[in-house]
């Protein structure tokens, strides 16, 4: 069935199912793979939380977080993100409250790296501050253990053996099941490979590198890399922050909360090559018969990404995007969407400090 609807009325249409209780979500049953070379088992969707605080006015508080997260567990997401910054810790908190009843049926990952305030050791990853901002995650989190502990960027003023080390006590004493990282350059994440099995340690399983039909960059060094090593692909922001949903549009009044308090998404994309790729998208999910945003997932799913870590703020977002899960997409589809791509300049590691002089 070829289903032809605009934007606007996409959110009434998935409504409209919900209520026939037909919905195209729940009429599918979620798809599971391992984290890359480990042997626990993931959802193909992973539910990102970011969204959920108060730093920002796109945010939502746990009100409105609470029916997202509860759809997510009724359709089989068992995998959540969030990181000790995403409002200041208020992220983890509600993580925490919302799976406590189902700790032991979900797998939570959350993040260390980036500044928790003033003063030199509160950030980076050195011993200092891996020890003290785990504890803190735990609490926030109510958890006595963090499934996935991710390094939110490269420290360039830590040793990578130290970070290494610190990383793999907490994995022996229990503390946290697997060690995973974010953004950084491939030589970087070489490197840190090479120091684990240099000292015979635990390993980096998961790359969550920033990732999608506007943003390819990853596809010349890391991508491969990740592959060879066996590293699971988990990227961030799948959807181009919304942009690759098709409710932007060239030459549009652009006023949604996200683009007005998200200090990234406008210098990010809505260039012309972006809506270049966007608009092609489009086409195929007319032919289709599905949203836009399902075919953006569904080409990542198709490009060998374990899951994708999307964003919600509202219910539907969820269902759209676990329904994508379903979308088949051939070559040609393929071919077509990645047609119109033009390289973009690097977004993701942080660049490598100046001198001092
Ligand atoms: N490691 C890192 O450095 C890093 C960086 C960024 C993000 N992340 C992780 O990645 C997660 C996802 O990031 P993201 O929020 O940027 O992801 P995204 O999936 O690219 O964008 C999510 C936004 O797209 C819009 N959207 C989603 N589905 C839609 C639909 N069906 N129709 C219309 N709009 C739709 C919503 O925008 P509105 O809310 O405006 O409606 C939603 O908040 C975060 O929660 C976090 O866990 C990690």
Redesign the pocket.
Known sequence: MKIDIS?SD?VGFLRTLKQENKSIASARSMHYTRLGSTGMQISRICL????FGNSEE?MVEIEKARPIVNRALDLGVNFF???NVYSKGRSEEIVGELLKDHRDDVVIAT?VRLSTGEGPNNEGLSKYHIMDQVKKSLKRLGTDRIDLYQT?RWDYSTPIEETMLTLNDLVRQGTVNYLGT??MFAWQFAKALAASDFLGIARFVSM?N?Y?LCYREEEREMIPFCKDQGTALIP???????F??G?YKRGGKVD???YRSDKYFAERFFKPEDFDVVERAEEIAKEKGV?V?QIALAWMLHKGVCAP??????V??LE??VSSLEVKLSSDDMKRLEEPYKPHRII?PLPIPEPAS
């Open positions: 934007y996409r990102g939380t970011m969204s796109w993100d969030t990181a993040k939110h974010s953004s969550q920033h999608n961030w922001s799948p959807l181009a922050r919304g690759l949903t409710r949604t909360a996200r949203t945003s870590i999307i964003g919600a703020t509202r539907e977002h759209d995007a993701g």
